[in-house]
């Protein structure tokens, strides 16, 4: 009996064993909207869930469809694109499970960026202007090729009546530096970059049009193995992704959700530019004009 206490108690006092974390492998691509992945990596929600990400950088999210459908990613962050919409067409395993980016009337962050002699010069004033000139995208068939379409449309101009070229976004900025681009589309933070290295100026908001003023710009997507084989984490995923990501949202328009969100958010606030909105027949309300604007335009012409 006294064998079978002691035994007992050295039972109790032993250390419980460590739980491993568990691995989440994530498709990545460089882009504002990420933010909310970003501080949930910096701030340790992820860590507080037991989740180690690994993230894999890609040109686009229309090249993670096909391992994501695999199962070779669990998580991936992206645009919707012609590549999904096959995707899903064809039967492939994943599922949309959360918002990643949405374009709003004064919230937008995917400028047309016009080369900086260009706009200097005069060379290029309106959106009519780009007609005959290269003109940069990330990735043949995403939603930022719509944009454009749009963008076009609304000037009078034909998607075919420019020179489409395809380049990874850090390509792009070289690409208006070397002179081989004339303009390029692109989401935040490349527009800015390109202000920054002095090689391209934000001429053009794609919320000025009225057919994508408000738009679903991008989404975080799961492969269905990780779904089927590993809930809770799936679960756990997003129930850390979804506070840091809220937070980001709060810190953009001024109005912190909580203390820990208010902290985690700071360094991703938008910087406020003295810059004037474009006068347009939409102008968002002053409270709404808190994303990086435009350059210096006076006025923002569709039109020759």
């Given at each position: 009996?006294?064998?079978?206490?002691?035994?007992?108690?050295?039972?109790?006092?032993?250390?419980?064993?460590?739980?491993?974390?568990?691995?989440?492998?994530?498709?990545?691509?460089?882009?504002?909207?990420?933010?909310?992945?970003?501080?949930?990596?910096?701030?340790?929600?992820?860590?507080?869930?037991?989740?180690?990400?690994?993230?894999?950088?890609?040109?686009?999210?229309?090249?993670?469809?096909?391992?994501?459908?695999?199962?070779?990613?669990?998580?991936?962050?992206?645009?919707?694109?012609?590549?999904?919409?096959?995707?899903?067409?064809?039967?492939?395993?994943?599922?949309?499970?959360?918002?990643?980016?949405?374009?709003?009337?004064?919230?937008?962050?995917?400028?047309?960026?016009?080369?900086?002699?260009?706009?200097?010069?005069?060379?290029?004033?309106?959106?009519?202007?780009?007609?005959?000139?290269?003109?940069?995208?990330?990735?043949?068939?995403?939603?930022?090729?719509?944009?454009?379409?749009?963008?076009?449309?609304?000037?009078?101009?034909?998607?075919?009546?420019?020179?489409?070229?395809?380049?990874?976004?850090?390509?792009?900025?070289?690409?208006?530096?070397?002179?081989?681009?004339?303009?390029?589309?692109?989401?935040?933070?490349?527009?800015?970059?390109?202000?920054?290295?002095?090689?391209?100026?934000?001429?053009?908001?794609?919320?000025?049009?009225?057919?994508?003023?408000?738009?679903?710009?991008?989404?975080?997507?799961?492969?269905?193995?990780?779904?089927?084989?590993?809930?809770?984490?799936?679960?756990?995923?997003?129930?850390?992704?979804?506070?840091?990501?809220?937070?980001?949202?709060?810190?953009?328009?001024?109005?912190?959700?909580?203390?820990?969100?208010?902290?985690?958010?700071?360094?991703?606030?938008?910087?406020?530019?003295?810059?004037?909105?474009?006068?347009?027949?939409?102008?968002p309300p002053a409270r709404a004009r808190r994303t990086?604007?435009?350059?210096?335009?006076?006025?923002?012409?569709?039109?020759?």
């Amino acid at each position: 009996m006294r064998r079978a206490a002691a035994a007992l108690f050295l039972v109790v006092l032993a250390p419980w064993p460590v739980l491993a974390d568990e691995t989440v492998r994530i498709g990545d691509l460089p882009a504002i909207s990420n933010a909310g992945i970003y501080v949930a990596i910096e701030q340790g929600f992820f860590k507080e869930k037991g989740i180690v990400v690994e993230s894999e950088r890609f040109a686009s999210g229309a090249k993670m469809i096909a391992p994501l459908a695999t199962g070779q990613l669990d998580v991936a962050i992206g645009t919707p694109s012609a590549a999904l919409y096959n995707s899903i067409a064809s039967g492939m395993d994943f599922r949309i499970v959360a918002d990643k980016g949405q374009q709003r009337l004064g919230y937008s962050f995917v400028p047309l960026v016009v080369r900086k002699d260009l706009w200097e010069s005069g060379r290029v004033r309106s959106v009519k202007d780009l007609k005959g000139l290269k003109v940069a995208s990330g990735a043949k068939g995403i939603n930022l090729d719509y944009f454009l379409a749009k963008t076009l449309e609304h000037a009078g101009l034909a998607f075919d009546s420019i020179d489409m070229t395809y380049l990874a976004y850090p390509d792009v900025l070289r690409a208006l530096a070397a002179k081989a681009v004339d303009a390029a589309i692109a989401p935040e933070p490349w527009g800015v970059r390109a202000e920054e290295q002095k090689v391209g100026v934000r001429a053009f908001l794609t919320e000025q049009v009225p057919a994508i003023a408000t738009f679903q710009v991008a989404v975080v997507m799961y492969s269905g193995r990780f779904i089927k084989e590993r809930p809770k984490v799936a679960r756990d995923f997003l129930q850390a992704y979804v506070p840091a990501s809220s937070g980001t949202a709060s810190a953009a328009s001024g109005t912190p959700r909580s203390r820990r969100s208010s902290r985690s958010t700071r360094r991703c606030r938008p910087r406020r530019s003295r810059r004037p909105f474009p006068s347009t027949s939409t102008r968002p309300p002053a409270r709404a004009r808190r994303t990086s604007r435009p350059s210096r335009t006076g006025s923002t012409r569709w039109g020759g």
